[in-house]
């Protein structure tokens, strides 16, 4: 069954760097997410993409966040300057058309930040 | 606002225990409900869902039932196994100009004993 793939599965990075996640969702989605948890809180919702362009973002996500989909397949998460509070689980996520349609996640990527 | 409450846990229960983890949601519109489980060093998996009032869903052994006029969507199993041991949450979507966005819960960590 075609899955979502996320990688690095650890990253570890010093505070002020900057970080890219990297996901490769479903290959026929057409809708595509991050979501993050930190540890022993819920999953929240970061921001939504579609037909290139950001169709919903959370308060979460200010300036310091971007997301791109450079070649059609990859789905990136950057981080330009991590602080220590962006530790996290972050999950990608891709659907395959719109409406009730389920989300399917990745393994997440850990990201800590020292 | 939109938001999911799920039972507190950690939940340890014997092997062939009745399970039962209770959620309730508040919502605006009329929610898709879903239930997604994320076994140790996974990402999440959708268990089941129901995408209006009444309608049950149902995956390995797994029920819950989505009910408007209570507002909750419990899970539930008749006869736990040790491998079902792992998190899981309780998430409502909302769907906004196609793009669904989930809303989840705390995670509920279950551990099965032999």
């Known amino acids: 069954e075609p899955e979502v793939t996320q990688t690095p599965s650890h990253q570890v990075t010093q505070m002020g760097q900057e970080v890219i996640l990297r996901c490769v969702p479903i290959?026929?989605?057409?809708?595509f997410y991050w979501y993050r948890q930190i540890l022993g809180q819920k999953v929240e919702f970061l921001v939504s993409f579609y037909n290139n362009e950001i169709s919903e973002k959370s308060e979460i996500f200010d300036d310091q966040f971007s997301v791109e989909r450079p070649d059609g397949s990859n789905f990136t998460l950057k981080i330009r300057s991590t602080k220590l509070e962006d530790s996290a689980m972050y999950f990608c996520?891709?659907?395959?058309?719109?409406?009730?349609?389920?989300?399917?996640f990745g393994n997440g990527t850990r990201l800590t930040v020292t | 606002g939109n938001s999911v409450t799920q039972m507190e846990g950690p939940v340890t229960l014997s092997e062939e225990a009745f399970l039962t983890i209770n959620c309730t949601y508040t919502?605006?519109?009329?929610?898709?409900l879903f239930w997604y489980v994320q076994y140790p060093g996974e990402g999440l998996q959708l268990l089941l869902k129901?995408?209006?009032?009444?309608d049950k869903g149902s995956n390995k052994g797994f029920e819950a039932t989505y009910r408007k006029e209570t507002t909750s969507f419990h899970l539930e199993k008749g006869s736990v196994q040790v491998s079902d041991s792992a998190v899981y949450f309780c998430a409502l979507s909302i769907t906004r100009q196609g793009a669904q966005k989930l809303v989840f819960g705390q995670g509920t960590r279950l551990t099965i004993n032999p």
């Open positions: 290959s026929n989605h057409l809708y």
């Open positions: 996520a891709s659907m395959e058309t719109g409406g009730r349609s389920p989300l399917h």
């Open positions: 919502a605006t519109g009329y929610p898709s």
């Open positions: 129901a995408t209006k009032a009444d």
